[in-house]
């Protein structure tokens, strides 16, 4: 079946990029996103990028997908201590069904 | 805009017990989805509707658990009786349509079973 996978924690120093990496098993998903959870609170839509672009930027978030090698990656520039958070990539399939990886563990250090 | 409501927060239950779940999506939202995020993982699918027809319960387990959406509105998820693995946050998500890219979440309510 369908399979998202994510390395589980990432850690950074204040003022750093941090990329959070993501690979899917689906190479017909539509969509692909990325949401953050910060804790105890439900998941927020940060950003997506539809299955026919290669990059996408939103201020400090940079989006890459190589569909070749169902490789999904979230650039954060300037990383903050408010973007220590869980971050889940995960792929809507052609028959609308959302698969969730299971989410990288944010750390920024001061 | 109020964004999706659910409730309880939180519940503590023993196993064996029965518990419901209750969720209100954002107005006009046709498609309504339960999932279930155990600690350390995502969020998995259980149960899909689109206005008051289930479109997706392929992972729902449907010994012990049911949900449905009467009116296409609000949506209750029962777990009857509860297992211990039946621990975990159960997040409601609703969207415009199926096709819609993005489904709304709401805050989640935390269930322990002892």
């Known amino acids: 079946g369908e399979d998202v996978e994510q390395s589980l924690f990432l850690s950074v120093r204040e003022g750093d990029s941090s990329v959070i990496n993501c690979t899917y098993t689906?190479?017909?998903?539509?969509?692909l996103y990325w949401y953050k959870q910060e804790p105890g609170a439900g998941l927020q839509l940060l950003t997506y990028?539809?299955?026919?672009?290669d990059m996408k930027q939103d201020q400090r978030l940079t989006v890459l997908l190589n569909k070749k090698d169902k490789h999904l990656s979230l650039r954060i520039a300037d990383t903050q201590t408010g973007d220590s958070a869980i971050y889940f990539c995960?792929?809507?399939?052609?028959?609308?069904?959302?698969?969730f990886g299971p989410g990288t563990s944010l750390s920024v250090i001061p | 805009e109020a964004g999706v409501a659910q409730s309880p927060r939180y519940k503590i239950i023993e196993k064996r017990q029965s518990v419901a779940f209750w969720c209100n999506p954002i107005?006009?939202?046709?498609?309504l989805y339960w999932y279930q995020q155990i600690l350390g993982q995502g969020p998995k699918l259980l149960i899909q509707?689109?206005?008051?027809?289930?479109?997706?319960d392929s992972q729902l387990p449907k010994d012990r658990f049911s949900a449905e959406r009467l009116k296409g509105v609000d949506s209750t998820l029962k777990i009857q009786p509860a297992k211990l693995e039946d621990s975990a946050v159960y997040l409601c998500?609703?969207?415009?349509?199926?096709?819609?890219?993005?489904?709304?979440f709401g805050p989640g309510t935390r269930l322990t079973v002892t």
């Open positions: 998500a609703s969207s415009l349509g199926r096709s819609s890219y993005e489904q709304y």
């Open positions: 689906d190479s017909s998903s539509t969509y």
């Open positions: 990028i539809f299955s026919n672009m």
């Open positions: 995960a792929g809507k399939t052609s028959y609308d069904k959302v698969i």
């Open positions: 107005s006009g939202h046709a498609t």
């Open positions: 509707f689109q206005n008051n027809g289930v479109v997706d």
